[in-house]
């Protein structure tokens, strides 16, 4: 499979690998996908108290698009408040990446990512 | 690391399983074919046709040899698909009167599986025979299934996903006890592992040109003559191939084919002992250094220039891109379109989790050792960065077992 250049960078020169303490009360932890279907995606997300996302983490096990769709929403939500984080669209993700059809699902997960990081930080804090 | 570099040439070929590079000497023998010797095989009425013919058997000869068949048994077509095809849908049309079972294996060729299908469309009964975690067939499970109606059985010598060398000569001897017809794929095995249709009874063999450093577009079907096994051809016409398959021959193909199977016999034995050992360091390398990482297949009963493995927790296609200077194959079909793993490993009981993260790597005659040794420390760097990388990884180290999670299935 061809991919393009983009995908390739973030592939190459992934932004923000790591972890963060989940058990921390400002991280919020996303873990969207599943091993059998090939691509597990694990977000993490530091927030201020005034719902600012100050840092981004991930891991994720899957393609190169799947890796560079990650890498490339760290880069996004940094500075975002959560109400524009959850405004992220996987249909970004598909035109900046230049993603083929049979990859769209992997901008899904990255935006599942997301809201699934958010809503835990909520949980968490509520 | 970079002394080596120097020396190797980009990207290392490790995919013997899709294609080989032809050999040069395949291709000198070739060459007068296409430009001075171009006369019709078929023509009998003057002396360049007669000079092809005399060509064509000779390669007919040297194929035979290689299999222990005589040359008037083989049957030249274009490739391993069509010799198989004609094999399976051939005997089954020819003999559909008399019996109308076939039995073959889950993880055969998808061009032995698809001819099937289509027999059963037609109303034929096809069994799939499971295989056993080690990729091998039970030879029990053979006999239960066999019965009166049963035609023919067909299983492969080499499995082209996982390398393994199915007990062709034990099946051979099954088959000729209770008047089965046996066909064999050995389109992996040709020119690689010793072939004897005498020893092994075999009533027929599908051979292909590229996967044993001849041409692409050639192969051949050996066809019993004693006892005969008929066929009903899929290509009619002129009669040519003994009236099994029709149309000119291609001359400098098959004459390729030939000389591949010359050099095969040659060389067969040293080819085996150089792949093995370059084989048997990657493994003990790869397999017995690196943590949660697993051959697929039985490790005895196996070509060594076939190996599948699976590098839990990193999926396959991020892995073929960290060593984009190897070109491989992954286990799984998620290159394609479809996200399915590979039906060969899940026929073994390989958990869809782990058929995501396998890779084929293929070794042949042209391989070096320092190719081995480079794509070993490719490897290793490969792994270490994509498992930093994992979810799955850092859980499996944290001790969370992986199957206790509710995963959002999509």
Redesign the interface.
């Known amino acids: ?1 061809a ?1 393009s250049e983009k995908v ?1 960078n973030h ?1 190459e020169n ?1 932004r923000n ?1 790591g ?1 963060m303490d989940k058990n921390s009360k400002d991280v919020g932890t996303g ?12 977000l993490q997300l530091k927030i201020s108290k005034d719902g600012v996302i100050e840092d981004a983490k991930f ?6 698009s ?2 560079a769709s990650s890498s490339l929403i760290t880069e996004w939500v940094k500075g975002k408040t959560l109400d524009e984080a959850q405004k992220i669209k996987n249909i970004d993700i598909v035109e900046h990446l230049s993603l083929p059809p ?1 990859k769209i ?1 992997c901008s ?2 990255a935006e ?1 990512a997301i809201k699934s990081a958010i809503s835990d930080y909520k949980k968490k804090n509520s | 690391m970079d002394d080596i570099k120097i020396k190797l040439k980009f990207p290392i070929y490790m995919d013997y399983q899709a294609t080989t590079p032809m050999d040069p000497r395949v291709l000198d023998a070739m060459l007068p074919y296409f430009t001075e010797k171009f006369g019709n095989p078929h023509s009998r009425s003057h002396s360049m046709g007669w000079e092809s013919g005399e060509a064509i058997e000779i390669a007919r000869k040297q194929v035979a040899g290689l299999i222990g068949a005589n040359s008037k048994e083989i049957i030249f077509t274009s490739g391993a698909t069509e010799s198989n095809n004609l094999a399976i849908k051939g005997a089954a049309q020819f003999y559909k009167d008399q019996k109308n079972h076939i039995i073959t294996v889950k993880t055969e060729h998808k061009c032995i599986l698809d001819a099937c299908r289509h027999l059963e469309q037609l109303g034929f009964e096809v069994t799939y025979l499971p295989v056993n975690e080690d990729g091998l067939l039970d030879l029990n499970l053979l006999k239960l299934a066999i019965k009166n109606e049963t035609l023919m059985v067909s299983v492969m010598a080499v499995n082209n996903e996982i390398g393994v060398i199915q007990p062709i000569k034990e099946i051979g001897s099954i088959c000729k006890e209770r008047g089965v017809l046996f066909h064999t794929d050995a389109a992996q095995a040709f020119g690689k592992i010793p072939l004897d249709v005498e020893e092994m009874n075999i009533d027929m063999l599908s051979i292909s040109g590229h996967k044993a450093y001849g041409p692409k577009g050639i192969g051949a079907l050996y066809v019993r003559r004693k006892p005969r096994v008929r066929l009903e051809p899929l290509i009619n016409g002129g009669g040519q191939e003994r009236g099994f398959r029709s149309g000119t021959l291609p001359t400098p193909l098959v004459v390729g084919l030939g000389e591949a199977a010359k050099i095969a016999a040659e060389s067969m034995k040293e080819d085996y002992q150089i792949i093995k050992k370059l084989s048997d360091k990657f493994c003990t390398r790869i397999l017995d250094s690196i943590p949660d990482v697993y051959l697929n297949g039985s490790r005895d009963m196996r070509w060594p220039g076939c190996i599948n493995i699976s590098f839990a927790y990193i999926e396959g296609e991020s892995m073929i891109l960290a060593i984009k200077e190897l070109a491989v194959s992954s286990g799984s079909a998620c290159t394609s379109a479809s996200l399915e793993p590979s039906y060969v490993l899940r026929a073994l009981g390989v958990e869809e989790e782990l058929a995501h993260t396998s890779i084929r790597f293929g070794f042949g005659r042209f391989t070096t050792e320092e190719e081995i040794d480079y794509t070993i420390s490719v490897l290793e760097g490969a792994v270490q960065k994509l498992r930093d990388m994992s979810p799955l990884w850092e859980m499996a180290q944290e001790g969370i077992d992986l199957k206790s999670i509710k995963w959002s299935d999509h």
Do not use: E, N, R
């Open positions: 499979m991919y390739i592939y992934p690998v972890s873990l969207v996908g599943a091993p059998s279907c090939g691509d597990v995606m694990k891991k994720t096990f899957g393609c190169g799947a890796i049979v699902h899904v997960l599942d």
